[in-house]
Structure formats: structure tokens, C-alpha cells
Nanobody, 121 residues
């Protein structure tokens, strides 16, 4: 499964962007969905995650500015990013733990292709 991410771009500091990530095709169930980011020379880090029950978790650096949400009918996760800062510049990756069929006993993690977010000062 190749998750399809979109919504990145170039924005000035203080601006907003909304990222989307969809799991295409027939999906039986999705557990956790999340967004990670990787800045140049740094390790990939968790930005925000949301469980199947709607519980959310955020990195301290984005709390109060970013909001993660999901649309289970569309197998899609969103990341609304407000009050963006230059230090938010990174490639953002989505991740989902999912099962493609009821015969699959365990969840498998899949990644999107990455979308670039650049925040200018």
C-alpha cells in the first residue's frame, strides 16, 4: 500500500498549511494514523498521531499549533498546521497501521512518499 500524501508547499512564517494522506484501494481497518517529519541532518520525529478512537498525541514543539484529524470513511488523515515557524521546515511523512483484509492477523505499518514543507522567515 502506497499512502498518498499532499498539501506541502512554501509558506511564510505565521502562515498555515493543511496536509492530507490517503490509503488507496480496499482497506479492511486502520488503527493509528500519524505524521512524522525529517529536517535536513536530523532524525525523523513524530509530529502528531491519532488512534482509531480519536485519541491524539502531539510533539511538544507543535502543541497548540497543529491539529491531527482523520476521516475513516475516506481512509484519510489530515494535519492542519497553523502559526508555522521556520523550524517547522522539513519533509513530512504520513504513517498508518492497517490491515488490508480480515484474514491479515496483524497490523502492518505503511508510509507515504513525503511532502516538503518550507517556512520562510
Amino acid at each position: 500500500v502506497q499512502l498518498q500524501a499532499s498539501g506541502g508547499g512554501l509558506v511564510q512564517a505565521g502562515g498555515s498549511l493543511r496536509l492530507s494522506c490517503a490509503a488507496p484501494g480496499s482497506i479492511f481497518s486502520i488503527n493509528a494514523m500519524g505524521w512524522y517529519r525529517q529536517a535536513p541532518g536530523k532524525q525523523r520525529e513524530l509530529v502528531a498521531a491519532i488512534t482509531s478512537g480519536g485519541r491524539t498525541n502531539y510533539a511538544d514543539s507543535v502543541k497548540g499549533r497543529f491539529t491531527v484529524s482523520r476521516d475513516n470513511a475516506k481512509n484519510t488523515v489530515y494535519l492542519q498546521m497553523n502559526s508555522l515557524k521556520p523550524e517547522d521546515t522539513a519533509v513530512f511523512y504520513c504513517n498508518m497501521d492497517l490491515r488490508q483484509s480480515p484474514y491479515q492477523q496483524t497490523m502492518t505499518g505503511y508510509w507515504g512518499q513525503g511532502t516538503q514543507v518550507t517556512v520562510s522567515s
